[in-house]
Nanobody
Framework: QVQLVESGGGAVQPGGSLRLSCAVS????????MGWFRQAPGKEREGLAA????????SYANSVKGRFTISLDSAKNTLFLQMNSLKPEDTAMYYC????????????????????WGQGTQVTVSS
């Protein structure tokens, strides 16, 4: 059974940084495809970043490109999202997800066929 558990969220001032972690269990990395999403109240879920074993580089949404970095430590079964230069509009619940290779490699939302989701971790950016 695949389980994803996020951690590392919290409150931070604008311009600050946070690193989110996603502990993964029961997932096969043979054809891995994993990503980070967020959802703010009253807004649609947004795909932020994805990484996969498909030979293509990590992909990012325009809203976070240059500020957020996704990485995978398969030896530690952990997916990370390093978030720098945080803005109030980054406030949301953040989720990690995993699945199989999907379609468009440079679109985090469509890169994977996400079958597994974590429960989320809250990030609040406020002064």
């Amino acid at each position: 059974q695949v389980q994803l558990v996020e951690s590392g969220g919290g409150a931070v001032q604008p311009g600050g940084s946070l690193r989110l972690s996603c502990a993964v269990s029961g997932y096969s990395y043979k054809r891995y495809c994993m990503g980070w999403f967020r959802q703010a109240p009253g807004k649609e879920r947004e795909g932020l970043a994805a990484v996969a074993g498909d030979g293509y580089p990590a992909s990012y949404a325009n809203s976070v490109k240059g500020r957020f970095t996704i990485s995978l430590d398969s030896a530690k079964n952990t997916l990370f999202l390093q978030m720098n230069s945080l803005k109030p509009e980054d406030t949301a619940m953040y989720y990690c997800a995993a699945g199989l290779h999907g379609g468009i490699w440079d679109n985090p939302t469509q890169r994977c066929r996400y079958n597994y989701w974590g429960q989320g971790t809250q990030v609040t950016v406020s002064s």
